[in-house]
């Protein structure tokens, strides 16, 4: 499935997400990479230069780290590289089978979002469904946190 220009998606999963789940995805020939992967090694990485390190490479970031979102600095890399990203329901961050069980029901409407919405977009990985969360989670303030005009 292609992402933008007929790029094709990657999923970057956080340190925050089981490594064994995008290697498990990967197997079965799924476009996925996990933070710690060799050729990756951004273990202990700030959540900025992740997200960041994404971004360049225009991948589909995918992580628990709702505190992101209530940050300006992060919520303003998710600006400026249109991002998509997808977060797990905080009800989902319990135990890995309940991720794992969520991640595979949903991975083929993730797959649909990041391929066809514009971008930047986030998202919201429930136990039965995605649900897309309204852009203006991104925020309207400066990297200082001050609340831009317009």
């Known amino acids: 499935m292609a992402g933008r220009a007929g790029q094709q ?5 956080d340190e925050n997400m089981p490594a ?10 799924e476009r996925c990479v996990h933070v710690g992967d060799p050729g990756i090694g ?14 360049e490479r225009g991948w589909i970031y995918v992580g628990r780290d709702h505190r992101i979102l209530h940050r300006p600095h992060e919520r303003a890399v998710l600006k400026q590289w249109e991002m998509g990203a997808f977060f797990l329901n905080q009800s989902l961050n319990k135990s890995l089978c309940s991720i794992t069980t969520a991640l595979f029901r949903n991975w ?8 066809s919405q514009p971008r930047p977009s986030l998202y919201l990985i429930r136990e039965t469904s995605v649900r897309a969360l309204p852009r203006r989670r991104l925020g309207n303030e ?8 317009g």
Do not use: S
Not at 9 to 13: A, C, D, G, M, T
Not at 20 to 29: C, D, K, N, W, Y
Not at 108 to 115: D, G, N, S, Y
Not at 142 to 149: A, I, K, L, S
């Open 42 to 55: 951004l273990n202990n990485t700030p959540d900025e230069a992740v997200l960041a390190y994404a971004g």
């Open 142 to 149: 400066d990297e200082h946190g001050r609340r831009q005009q």
């Open 9 to 13: 998606l990657v999923f970057l999963f």
């Open 20 to 29: 064994r789940l995008a290697h498990a995805l990967r197997g079965l020939g």
């Open 108 to 115: 083929p409407e993730m797959k649909r979002v990041a391929a």
